[in-house]
């Protein structure tokens, strides 16, 4: 039964993920619905009962024509498939597995049975007066449909999912985007034009005004016994029966004044009727992000109500510890205080424990993981290879440097010990980190395994294959290749001699993670440029093993405090020297009328015999951009520039074979100029290449410019960038002389963070960086570091969240986070 169990699990796995792609088909490499008629087949091989056969059968009639039909076929199919699935859940777990809500698919938990008097109480809606304690469950109302409070309903419950409000957590944590400091009253005698205030009068006029066809401007004066102070509204003609309604009442006005034609106004002022709580004025006034069909108004009383009928109820789960360290405010104090704080001081200590509960909890899931992997998985155990190794440095043509023989000294320390290895290796271009990356591999086909990395592009991985293969021949090491581009026979044979054990090491790119593909005995998975993968990607290199090491690798310099959210779940390894006699490229920020100049420079230094890249944002012309293409810089050059230099064309649209037959001529020399899209972005390693010119620089992150850079500098050659630019904006052109003024790849990484932010950093948000609501990852690096710190204390003393206190923090870990443990169970 555990056979069936296993093989079932993961069939359902990727189910959530292809319903939230709505049947794209791309939940798992090589297609979701492969991937279920293959393990659908394993299922039915353990089935125990024809019915259990019967409802696997359902299921394959269901995806056996999956990729041919349209989207919307397909959603019913994933909805059709639900219901099986549950059945099968039910014969095999004894219980329905998901449950479909508002068009989410939501996996079911267990329940304890409740007692009756637990039930009595639940449904009489009584409030429990109980003292807010570390350890306790969480509510039943935290997930509660946010329909059933008081001013919701149904109308309103439409209007709050737009905002992705749903529960009552999400009402709680959905936290103002601003606030408005009304707090402090003014006489009205004593306001001045500019000021944010808020004032309290009597309703002494009320009038409409209109000086044109088409506008109605409302004006109601209050009056504080020291001046009148009018409010202005347009177009909205029921103010006036409104306040008409209510002359002679006390109002409180609140906004920014103006002072038009002789009178101090204020424009939609905010205003409430004197006595009672005050949620719109007289106070800081939250300010959340909202949409069409829902105000500010509404959705701050809609808060309130929440907080007020559930304040008493709210659980505590952050660490005792950690709210005695920071002094922070409990979790239902800290709520109130971020929507209705009652001065200053209390928002500041709201939101300092909402950004610390942020960090503290994405590292909580990576220490869980990284723990994790420590406490429950064995690794490969890496004992041979120290001949390999030194016959390998017996032919290297030079010593590494003092950070390569660090960064190797603990990649060996892990690969020798019993736990698995999980490291990430960061090195600015042209650190040398393939030479690392190539003692690991040794050393792990010295122990008896195989050896496996996975790089992006094919250019990189048969750059890759073709070094080691010229290097490792003759230490009698068999290396292969596995790309796209190869034919299937050929691919089929690679397979066959990687299956039988007859290649040593096996480079490829995302062919490598393919279904079919298999290892005789990985020991070792390399993954090249890890920014270019996603986290899921890295994980099924490292399934086609039996718990084998594993070594990413990154030539982007990632800030730290990055490094410690996308990568926390990693040790970290860094090569901060570039090896003797390099050096530093001279970099310089030129403008279009610097062209000529910068052509004159390429010719002279082609002569004396150097070559050079230039490198453009597209491959093609764009009608609806303003840049240059590739195709047409190279027909430019060819015709007018240089036209008795040799030159090359090298884009993303071009076949393998024919990117190799370029890259071969430009290594080899035939090649005097390469006109090129960012394809050479990484890997590309011509020594004699000395110059590059980026065309239009401004469309390019700082980190991808700083990658450019770095294909040229790798001799003892002077070597130069240019950045042919005209930013319009003050962002562009800083970006810009960051670029002229630095070579630290660590320094431009920190820069490029603060300019485009986290999300935008890696150009994709596929790589686990968390939505942060508060924190900055930025401005809170120091919170980010403590929160590391306690995190990672919290799991080496209970590493499955078990301890009684810390059920509620493992609850709340798995119900309001979405992150991907991939290695833990946490639920």
């Not at 935290?142 to 309903?153: C, D, L, M, S």
């Not at 009652?342 to 939101?351: C, E, N, T, Y």
């Not at 800083?734 to 935008?760: Q, V, Y």
Request: charged share 30%; net charge negative.
């Amino acid at each position: 039964m555990n056979k069936i169990k296993e093989i079932f699990n993961k069939l359902i796995k990727p189910l959530p993920i292809e319903f939230k792609l709505k049947g794209l088909n791309t939940s798992v490499f090589g297609g979701f619905d492969s991937y279920v008629l293959k393990l659908s087949q394993k299922l039915k091989t353990e089935a125990d009962t024809n019915e259990t056969v019967e409802l696997i059968e359902k299921l394959e009639d269901l995806f056996s024509d999956y990729e041919d039909v349209t989207l919307d076929e397909r959603y019913e199919k994933l909805e059709d498939a639900v219901e099986i699935i549950n059945q099968l859940g039910q014969k095999i777990h004894r219980q329905k597995i998901f449950k479909l809500k508002n068009n989410k698919l939501e996996k079911i938990e267990k329940k304890k049975k409740q007692s009756k008097q637990s039930k009595t109480k639940a449904s009489n809606n009584q409030k429990i007066k109980s003292e807010v304690k570390e350890g306790q469950k969480l509510p039943e109302f935290w997930q509660q449909e946010v329909r059933y409070v008081k001013g919701v309903g149904e109308y309103w419950a439409e209007r709050l999912k737009k905002l992705e409000i749903e529960e009552v957590s999400d009402l709680l944590y959905y936290f103002p985007r601003d606030y408005n400091d009304w707090s402090k009253r003014s006489k009205i005698a004593n306001v001045t034009a500019e000021e944010e205030v808020t004032v309290q009068g009597k309703v002494v006029n009320v009038n409409q005004i209109k000086p044109r066809q088409g506008l109605k401007i409302i004006k109601v004066g209050i009056n504080d016994g020291t001046g009148t102070l009018y409010g202005v509204w347009f177009n909205q003609a029921y103010r006036m029966k409104y306040f008409r309604d209510k002359q002679g009442e006390i109002f409180l006005f609140s906004g920014e004044v103006k002072h038009n034609y002789g009178r101090l106004e204020i424009n939609n002022p905010h205003y409430e009727e004197l006595g009672g709580e005050h949620l719109h004025t007289a106070r800081i006034v939250p300010v959340y992000p909202t949409t069409k069909g829902i105000n500010q108004k509404k959705l701050r009383t809609i808060i309130n109500n929440t907080l007020d009928k559930y304040s008493t109820e709210i659980p505590e789960f952050l660490p005792t510890f950690v709210l005695d360290k920071y002094n922070f405010p409990d979790l239902a104090s800290a709520l109130q205080d971020i929507h209705f704080p009652d001065d200053q001081q209390s928002l500041k200590l709201a939101r300092k424990r909402f950004a610390y509960e942020e960090l503290f909890i994405l590292q909580l899931g990576l220490a869980l993981k990284k723990e994790g992997v420590k406490e429950e998985t064995p690794g490969t155990k890496h004992s041979g290879g120290q001949e390999l190794v030194a016959q390998y440095f017996e032919k290297l043509p030079f010593d590494l440097t003092s950070a390569q023989e660090k960064v190797w000294q603990e990649i060996k320390e892990d690969m020798a010990a019993s736990n698995q290895m999980n490291r990430l290796l960061q090195g600015d271009v042209g650190a040398g980190k393939t030479v690392v990356a190539t003692l690991a591999l040794l050393r792990a086909v010295g122990s008896g395994f195989q050896g496996a990395l996975m790089a992006p592009t094919e250019i990189l991985a048969e750059q890759h294959y073709l070094g080691l293969k010229e290097e490792l021949a003759p230490l009698g090491i068999e290396v292969g290749l596995l790309v796209g581009s190869l034919s299937n026979s050929e691919k089929e044979e690679v397979v066959k001699q990687m299956e039988a054990g007859k290649i040593d090491i096996i480079i490829g790119t995302h062919a490598l993670i393919q279904e079919e593909i298999n290892f005789d005995h990985l020991g070792l998975a390399i993954v090249d440029e890890q920014h270019r993968f996603g986290v899921r990607q890295r994980a099924t290199l490292q399934e086609k093993g039996d718990i084998p090491d594993v070594l990413v690798m990154t030539a982007t310099p990632i800030p730290r405090t990055l490094a410690l959210t996308v990568y926390g779940d990693l040790d970290v390894s860094v090569i901060d020297e570039l090896p003797p006699g390099r050096k530093a490229v001279v970099t310089e920020w030129r403008t279009q009328q610097a062209r000529s100049k910068i052509y004159s420079f390429i010719e002279e230094k082609v002569e004396d015999g150097q070559q050079a890249y230039v490198v453009c944002p597209l491959v093609e012309e764009s009608e609806s951009l303003d840049v240059e293409s590739a195709t047409e810089v190279f027909l430019r050059f060819k015709e007018e520039i240089f036209p008795d230099l040799n030159l090359g064309l090298l884009h993303g649209q071009l076949k393998s074979s024919e990117k190799e037959d370029v890259m071969e001529e430009f290594r080899k020399g035939k090649i005097d100029v390469l006109v090129s899209t960012t394809v050479i972005e990484v890997g590309v390693d011509v020594p004699n290449a000395t110059i590059m010119v980026i065309e239009d620089a401004q469309r390019f992150g700082l980190a991808q410019l700083h990658q450019l850079r770095g294909r040229v500098g790798r001799s003892s050659y002077q070597s130069y960038c240019i950045l042919v630019s005209d930013p319009k904006t003050d962002e562009g052109k800083e970006r810009m002389k960051i670029m002229a003024r630095s070579n630290d790849g660590f320094e431009i990484a920190e820069e490029d963070l603060k300019l485009r932010g986290p999300g935008e950093f890696f150009g994709t948000r596929q790589h686990g960086m968390p939505d942060l609501k508060v924190a900055d990852i930025i401005r809170d690096q120091k919170v980010l570091e403590k929160a590391r710190e306690d995190a990672f204390e919290v799991v080496r003393s209970d590493p499955q969240l078990n301890n009684q206190q810390h059920q509620i923090l493992k609850k709340f870990l798995s119900k309001s986070f979405d992150y991907d443990f991939e290695l833990i169970d946490i639920s």
